[in-house]
């Protein structure tokens, strides 16, 4: 058993320096508060009902997966210090600063300092409920309690099962848990059940314009632009309302700096890299948090031999410098003879978060023996592999990346039920299936005018309609088909 000694100079210890630490997480170097991203506004509502006692049950335990760099810590230590973030003039934000003064305590503690110290979470928290004299069971305080990096703790998921049954008889503890993308693969069955899951993804261009310049974007045009573009009745529906917002979303852009859509394609997708300006550190830096991945990630989720491991930089390379290549020519190229390794190898970057992995369309024009199509979660990833040098063709694969993103942020399990592509020569880069199990047929790259990809796979597809988003000019094609400028994708 663990001495309690330690687990008190531990405690004490912490608390000492976490206001310090929050304050570098907090202010940037000229000391101006750091902007939030998106997924704050989600979390001011579980607080809000929190301290109204109107929380979900199942809200009361939140696990925050993502991939290393996406803001994780920065974001538990914005919640930690709330107020901070708060505009009195608005509705939601006033509830919550009425009510902070319910909230009797609120902690912030870091697990990968536990599990360097050999503490485990249930060592931990049976001495911290003796020295705040309190138990879980009947806890009659209001608790936050924000755990980052819990997945350094083995027994991680069962503390927070067991933490929830503890508490089922009240609403007075919430908890908020990050963890890499992998810990979607660790939940139990049982805690499953008992929390609900709320991924972080790397930045999309309207964030990266709020934390990079401190540009805002238009109020509910993002969501009003993600219902019209892939959410209408027919093609005619979507070319009629892209048209209507088109002087707005054109003097949006026409304030925008020189060069930033550019510059958010090659280095916007973490926010580590805001306030970076060299490009040849920020690639480094997004090297950096592929190679933590493969080295703290990867190895934890299935075991491989150190000369597999070795090759996951030389997968990365071929896969960022292809468009579709086969598995036979992976094999050949990185001397692997077995293609259950290489299968293993792909899997693997997908769970910590790094490729998604996009099947062809339907069985009949599927193939085993070809690879599925692998992008990157952020077009980010694929320039620092590259290096920013890109060979013909292959450009544009990052406008695939972002759309990629785009369905696993915002339209897998809201709108889109699955996100394909057509296998055939001359087939469209996407096939994206909607909950009604209608399709709409999509094709992406800059400089995009030539529409018959999509033509082409909507012969065989039955779909609600096409997309080319890429183009000059707003266009409707045989009442089918729009083409559709990138911005209004970017602000999506």
């Known amino acids: ?57 199942l809200e009361k335990i939140i696990l925050l997966p993502g991939i290393r760099g996406v803001g994780k810590t920065t974001l538990l230590m914005q919640i930690y210090k709330i107020e901070k973030f708060l505009n009195p003039n608005n509705t939601l934000d006033a509830n919550i600063l009425q009510n902070l003064n319910k909230l009797d305590y609120r902690f912030y503690f870091d697990v990968s300092k536990f599990h360097f110290e050999q503490i485990t979470l249930n060592e931990f928290f049976k001495f911290f409920e003796k020295a705040n004299n309190f138990n879980f069971v009947g806890l009659d305080k209001k608790i936050i309690l924000l755990l980052d990096e819990v997945h350094f703790d083995d027994k991680w998921s069962l503390f927070l099962k067991i933490l929830f049954d503890n508490t089922k008889g009240h609403k007075n503890l919430l908890v908020i848990a990050t963890g890499s993308s992998a810990i979607n693969l660790k939940i139990s069955a049982d805690l499953m059940r008992r929390s609900t899951v709320k991924e972080l993804f790397p930045m999309k261009f309207n964030e990266y314009l709020i934390l990079k310049h401190n540009i805002y974007p238009v109020n509910d045009l993002s969501k009003e632009l993600k219902e019209i573009i892939f959410n209408s009745k027919d093609a005619k529906g979507v070319f009629a309302k892209i048209k209507n917002k088109k002087s707005e979303v054109d003097r949006f852009f026409v304030n925008l700096p020189f060069g930033c859509e550019d510059d958010f394609f090659k280095n916007g997708g973490f926010p580590f890299v805001t306030g970076l300006q ?57 001397r692997i003879d077995n293609i259950r390794t290489l299968s293993a190898l792909l899997d693997v970057l997908v769970m910590s978060g790094v490729l998604v992995k996009v099947k062809s ?12 199509k692998y992008l990157f979660i952020t077009p980010s990833l694929r320039n620092a592999i590259l290096g920013g040098f890109f060979s013909t063709g292959i450009e544009g694969k990052k406008l695939e990346d972002y759309f990629a993103l785009i369905f696993e942020g915002d339209l897998k399990k809201v709108l889109a039920y699955d996100l394909s592509y057509d296998i055939a020569e001359g087939g469209a880069d996407f096939v994206l299936t909607l909950k009604d199990r209608g399709n709409i047929v999509i094709e992406v790259g800059f400089n995009k005018e030539e529409t018959k990809q999509v033509e082409f796979t909507m012969k065989k597809v039955k779909s609600r309609y096409g997309l080319v988003i890429g183009s000059k000019e707003l266009e409707l094609i045989n009442n089918s088909i729009v083409k559709v400028p990138l911005r209004f994708l970017m602000l999506v």
Do not use: C, H
């Open 278 to 334: 060299n490009e040849v550190e920020i690639s480094e830096r997004i090297k950096n948090v592929i190679n933590g991945i493969i080295t703290k990630d990867i190895i934890t989720l299935r075991k491989f031999k150190t000369e597999t491991i070795s090759k996951i930089n030389d997968l990365l390379y071929l896969l960022a410098n292809s468009d579709l290549i086969t598995y036979e020519k992976l094999l050949n190229a990185l």
């Open 361 to 372: 369309y339907g069985k009949t024009y599927g193939s085993t023996r070809k690879t599925p």
């Open 1 to 57: 058993m663990i001495d309690e000694a330690k687990l008190d100079n531990f405690y004490k210890s912490w608390l000492k320096i976490l206001p310090q630490l929050n304050e570098g997480y907090l202010y940037d170097g000229n000391k101006n508060l750091r902007p939030t991203r998106d997924i704050f506004s989600y979390f001011k509502k579980i607080i809000n009902d929190f301290l109204s006692d109107k929380i979900n049950e």
